[in-house]
């Protein structure tokens, strides 16, 4: 069946570096998505990709929808404490109406 | 607007008891779906609707899962017989239909337990 994949599944960092973290598609994605979930809350979206190749920003936050269509990936730069969360792609495939989740990757920031 | 909400937060029932979690989306939003969360997991897809017509449904959603959205504004999702692996976080959320700025916005979640 179809999969989506993300890596890694945790991450500790100190704060002030920068982060990264992708996911692949066994099929081609239409859109790309990036949640973070902060514990005891819904998801919240981060930022939205719909082409190929394209390169997104939000603050500190870039994320890339892949040339193949099939990977995405998302940096964080120069973290802070509060991006401590879990952070999930998700994407829609062609012809489908519904936003499919990876795992997530658990960010963790060491004091 | 408020954004979408979800009652209760958390719910915890004996085994064998049936439950119902309730939606409210974001009031120019048509289209609602429900996700189930579990421990170290993404969410999963459930089932949505569009205005009040529920458009597809996952094989997650057994027969003891039914859902509503009468006159496609809120929601509600009903457990019959809960189990203990109902255990979950369910997760409501809504979008306009697809186009530019595409993405759901979701609740906080209704956390259940099965004891």
């Known amino acids: 069946g179809q999969q989506l994949n993300q890596s890694p599944q945790s991450m500790f960092i100190q704060e002030g570096e920068d982060v990264s973290m992708n996911c692949t598609s066994s099929?081609?994605?239409?859109?790309w998505l990036w949640y973070k979930q902060d514990p005891g809350e819904g998801p919240v979206l981060l930022i939205a990709l719909y082409k190929a190749g394209e390169l997104t920003s939000n603050g500190r936050l870039t994320a890339q929808f892949g040339t193949t269509r099939k990977d995405s990936f998302l940096n964080i730069s120069a973290s802070i404490p509060s991006d401590v969360g879990i952070y999930f792609c998700?994407?829609?495939?062609?012809?489908?109406?519904?936003?499919?989740f990876g795992k997530g990757t658990r960010l963790h920031i060491l004091p | 607007d408020t954004g979408v909400s979800q009652d209760p937060r958390h719910k915890i029932t004996k085994r064998g008891q049936n439950v119902t979690f309730r939606c409210d989306p974001i009031s120019e939003h048509n289209r609602l779906y429900w996700y189930r969360q579990t421990l170290g997991q993404g969410p999963e897809f459930l089932t949505y609707f569009q205005n009040e017509a529920q458009l597809e449904k996952s094989r997650l959603l057994s027969d003891r899962f039914s859902a509503e959205r009468p006159k496609g504004s809120f929601s509600t999702l009903e457990i019959q017989r809960t189990e203990q692996g109902d255990s979950a976080m369910y997760l409501c959320?809504?979008?306009?239909?697809?186009?530019?700025?595409?993405?759901?916005?979701f609740g906080s979640g209704t956390r259940l337990t099965v004891v």
């Open positions: 998700a994407g829609l495939w062609p012809g489908d109406d519904k936003i499919i």
């Open positions: 959320a809504s979008s306009s239909d697809r186009g530019q700025g595409y993405g759901y916005t």
């Open positions: 099929s081609i994605f239409n859109t």
